[in-house]
Antibody, heavy 118, light 111 residues
């Protein structure tokens, strides 16, 4: 079964850090670029970051640039998001996703919740 | 980094057809045939319904169709069913500093 499973969410104080993980299974993870997409409570989807299959190309949304770092370990079939200097507005459900419908492989995880609050 | 523009809500009765618009610019919707549509039920992850403007993934009902004209893409759902009630999001590749931009979302109510 093709699957993405996020972990690492939780409650963190403003200015704190958190590292999200996304474990992939059921498909050739190393062949696909990956993304993080977030959704604030009651709000729409917001693309956060992209990493190519070989990690050679990385993009970030302006809202997280300089604070978040995306990475992957193809040997472990895992995607990561290191989040530093967290703000209240980073509170959201964070999804990892392939966004690869063009290749017949659009897969989303179930999401992990990050809450930034004192 | 502006989101694509969608109507906040649309509604229709069972059996009717509805269309949701998604307006962008020549840097995203108008410039590329990489528009996707997602359906999201409460508490669930988004599900891809249309990719590359008008293509349906395997398993998606042919009641869902997509199109594009200029800077505006559209999702049409025909023969509305109760289970179609959900939030719908468009997305597009963009040549701006982003990689992907999403629309603000449209809540579909089946009356």
């Amino acid at each position: 079964e093709v699957q993405l499973v996020e972990s690492g969410g939780g409650l963190v104080q403003p200015g704190g850090s958190l590292r999200l993980s996304c474990a992939a299974s059921g498909f050739t993870f190393s062949s696909y670029s990956m993304n993080w997409v977030r959704q604030a409570p009651g709000k729409g989807l917001e693309w956060v970051s992209y990493i190519s299959s070989s990690s050679s190309t990385i993009y970030y949304a302006d809202s997280v640039k300089g604070r978040f770092t995306i990475s992957r370990d193809n040997a472990k079939n895992s995607l990561y998001l290191q989040m530093n200097s967290l703000r209240a507005e980073d509170t959201a459900v964070y999804y990892c996703a392939t966004l690869a419908g063009h290749y017949g492989m659009d897969v989303w995880g179930q999401g992990t919740t990050v809450t930034v609050s004192s | 980094q502006s989101a694509l523009t969608q109507p906040a809500s649309v509604s229709g009765s069972p059996g009717q057809s509805i269309t949701i618009s998604c307006t962008g610019t020549s840097s995203d919707v108008g410039g590329y045939n990489y528009v996707s549509w997602y359906q999201q039920h409460p508490g669930k992850a988004p599900k891809l319904m249309i990719y590359d403007v008008s293509n349906r993934p395997s398993g998606v009902s042919n009641r869902f169709s997509g199109s594009k004209s200029g800077n505006t893409a559209s999702l049409t759902i025909s023969g509305l069913q109760a289970e179609d009630e959900a939030d719908y999001y468009c997305s597009s590749y963009t040549s701006s500093s982003l990689y992907v931009v999403f629309g603000g979302g449209t809540k579909l109510t089946v009356l």
